[in-house]
Nanobody, 123 residues
């Protein structure tokens, strides 16, 4: 059974940084696509960043501030988040999937999801 376990969330002030980690139960090499999504209260889950076949994609709202990386040797996906803003406050989810088609930040192209880690940014 596939398991994705996120960690690294927390509370920071505006301008601060956090690094999220997602530990996969199996080899991350098995996944054609892996990504980070977030969901704020009352809003839909949205794609933040993804790595698909070695290429990275970012939502416009996080470009230049967030960096996604994938360490296949450690079976771990990371999201480095710098210059955090209050609007980044959300539950952050790790996702993985094997689809070759579909947008990198399209939620429905991912098959497996973690339980989420909360990120809260105060002004």
């Amino acid at each position: 059974q596939v398991q994705l376990v996120e960690s690294g969330g927390g509370s920071v002030q505006s301008g601060g940084s956090l690094r999220l980690s997602c530990a996969a139960s199996g080899s991350t090499r098995n996944w054609f696509r892996m990504g980070w999504f977030r969901q704020a209260p009352g809003k839909e889950r949205e794609g933040v960043a993804a790595v698909v076949s070695g290429s990275t994609t970012y939502a416009d709202s996080v470009k230049g501030r967030f960096t996604i990386s994938r360490d296949n040797a450690k079976n771990t996906l990371y999201l480095q988040m710098n210059s955090l803003k209050p609007e980044d406050t959300a539950m952050y989810y790790c996702a993985a999937g094997g689809r070759y088609d579909g947008g990198a930040l399209t939620r429905t192209t991912y098959d497996y999801w973690g339980q989420g880690t909360q990120v809260t940014v105060s002004s």
